[in-house]
């Protein structure tokens, strides 16, 4: 693999690393939010309400992190047209 080919793909790995973390850590605060606001309580009426408590609140926080993956996504390729395609596919 030729050496700009490689700081290009280690860039962009690393870049979006940070950028599923800093939507990870953002889904966190946005369900917590939610859920303290009162936009979004979970029943907990039953006791299998209690139960599902967790999966709930995972799902809602996938709901919350799937919705950063458009910008993720818009970020990596904007930043691989700028370095240029033909670097990525050069190796």
């Known amino acids: 693999m030729k050496q700009e080919a490689l700081i290009a793909w280690t860039s962009l790995y690393i870049a979006v690393g940070i950028m ?43 709901i919350n992190y799937l919705k950063g993956a458009p910008v993720i996504v818009a970020v990596a390729l904007y930043y691989a047209w700028s370095v240029g395609f033909s670097v990525f596919w050069d190796l």
């Open 20 to 62: 599923a973390l800093m939507c990870a850590v953002l889904a966190v605060l946005v369900t917590a939010h939610d859920w303290r606001a009162g936009r979004w309580r979970p029943a907990l009426a039953t006791r299998l309400d209690k139960t599902l408590l967790l999966p709930k609140i995972w799902l809602r926080w996938q």
